[in-house]
């Protein structure tokens, strides 16, 4: 994972949109390789824990999304 999050060359103004994000495997280190990132999952079994307001979601930088 750290080489395909390393090789992105992601910073500060970098957006990704990660859709089927999961419980967040890849999302996280892109958050926190300094990118700003929106990650969509539809299946809420799929992404225990995700809440906005949740203190890991505000420390990484990313926001979950789910329909």
């Known amino acids: ?12 103004d970098s957006l990704v949109l990660d859709l ?14 300094g990118a700003r990132v929106l990650a969509v999952e539809r299946d809420p ?5 995700w809440s906005a307001g949740s203190a890991p979601i505000r420390r990484s930088g990313w926001w979950p999304a789910t329909w």
Do not use: H, I, W
């Open 1 to 12: 994972m750290r080489g395909l999050v390393e090789s992105a060359g992601l910073g500060p």
């Open 20 to 33: 089927g994000a999961g419980p967040g495997t890849l999302t996280a280190p892109l958050a926190r390789a």
């Open 45 to 49: 079994s799929s992404s225990p824990g």
